[in-house]
């Protein structure tokens, strides 16, 4: 297993945060690599992964899908090992057993049983979690140190409704079953949360963790979570493979800290940055517990430190500031219960830009044009909407008890005088809607 430019190897779901940058090491480390993705012709999953180093040369992109039986037979063919990192991750689901439970557990037989068949693959790589570690019903606090003996109990996650951790906890048992009976040589990395720079352009899960703390939060969880560097991830994955010796679980945790001492940590790297004072309930912190660092270490890994992962992961959100990322970290709280009690005015992008240009080449222009096509209050915006699309589920109340903000009204006089002719709110609301939905930042 020694590493070896020219071998070629599969990665599976490598659209993703932690898999796009097992792509770009296992690129710099001289790899052939055939990765795969649900939507080959959706730029936003494949155009950060053509622009690697070495993508031009040695990176091949192949359609698959966990749910499709056979979806990975082809591409795994030929290979030498196998990176299993496709599943997915986030916590706010309607459906748990289609939407996270099938893809882990069903899906990773699927990629084994492809495996199976494919006697090139000398070893299989699986991306696990320390979800399918942690939860097993013992206390965790600061003198328990959790290990790789460690396994989490499906009827507990059940119990507790942690969807996530179950479909984690199921695929990494299945898995091992199916290895010892097909006789393939698996290794697991059972990470934390992962933060660190974001390689892809639109937001995962776990780096949303941290953009909601710098996105004007006003309470953080009472939760206690290990976390660990995304290029550390990477890496232990591509050292599990190539470390001849590797064998078992490794669990990767840097430091475990409760919310509050990440805030803390995030306050004093961008000490000006608005950050939550209280947590979100009145409960006694959530304890914090160690996890161990031997297994991993034998992987030759070395540990990131939480505030340079924290840094890395502030610096890049910062960078990819843009409105892939606020749509999606809008799109991560959907399902609003509530309506904002406030009333702006509203226009349209088009308008805007038009007024611009007309300022510009209208020799008459002076002074300033305000730009308002009307004045609503939310629940307006909400009726406007459920007349455009009578089924979308929208929120049926106001954040508050108190009246709501009146209207007012805005003058057109000044912006007519550029030729300015408003599009109707209905139109740009609807402009608006169709838009976000071509860009599958929402799905309705
Ligand atoms: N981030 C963490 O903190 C963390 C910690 C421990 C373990 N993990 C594990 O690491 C892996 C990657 O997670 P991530 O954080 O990198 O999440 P991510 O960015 O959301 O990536 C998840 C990947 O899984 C793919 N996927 C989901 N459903 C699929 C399906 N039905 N068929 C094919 N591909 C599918 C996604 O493909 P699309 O791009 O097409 O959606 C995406 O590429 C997962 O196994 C996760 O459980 C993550």
Known sequence: MSSSAGKVV??????????????KLLL???????????????????????????????????????????????????????????????????????????????????????????????????????????????????????????????????????????????????????????????????????????????????????????????????????WINVKDVANAHIQAYEVSSASGRHCLVERVVHFSELVKTLHDLYPTLKLPEKSEDDKPYVPGYQVSKEKAKTLGIEFTPLEVSLKETVESLKEKNGLVFYAHAMFLKKCAETFPNSTFGWINVKDVANAHIQAYEVSSASGRHCLVERVVHFSELVKTLHDL?????????SEDDKPYVPGYQVSKEKAKTLGIEFTPLEVSLKETVESLKEKKFVNI
């Open 10 to 23: 599969c990665v599976t779901g490598a659209s993703g945060y932690i898999a796009s940058w097992i792509v």
């Open 389 to 397: 699309y009578p089924t979308l589920k929208l929120p049926e109340k």
């Open 28 to 226: 710099n480390r001289g790899y052939t690599v055939k990765a795969t993705v649900r939507d080959p012709s959706d730029a936003r999953k494949i155009d950060h992964l053509l622009k690697l180093d070495g993508a031009k040369e040695r990176l091949h992109l192949f359609k698959a899908n966990l749910l499709e039986e056979g979806s990975f037979d082809t591409v795994v063919q030929g290979c030498h090992g196998v990176f299993h990192t496709a599943s997915p991750f986030y916590h706010d689901v309607k459906d748990p057993q289609a939407e996270l439970i099938e893809p882990a557990l069903k899906g990773t037989l699927n990629v084994l049983n492809s495996i199976a068949k494919s006697p090139n693959v000398k070893r299989v790589v699986l991306t696990s979690s320390i979800a399918a570690v942690a939860y097993n019903g013992n206390p965790r606090t600061p003198d328990v140190v959790v290990d790789e003996t460690w396994f989490s109990n499906p009827d507990i996650c059940r119990e507790s409704k942690m969807w996530y951790v179950l479909s984690k906890t199921l695929a990494e048992d299945a898995a091992w079953k199916f290895v010892k009976e097909n006789n393939i040589d698996m290794v697991t990395i059972n990470p934390a949360m992962v933060i660190g720079p974001l390689l892809q352009p639109v937001l995962n899960t776990s780096a949303a963790a941290v953009l909601n703390l710098i996105n004007g939060a006003e309470t953080f969880p009472n939760s206690t979570f290990g």
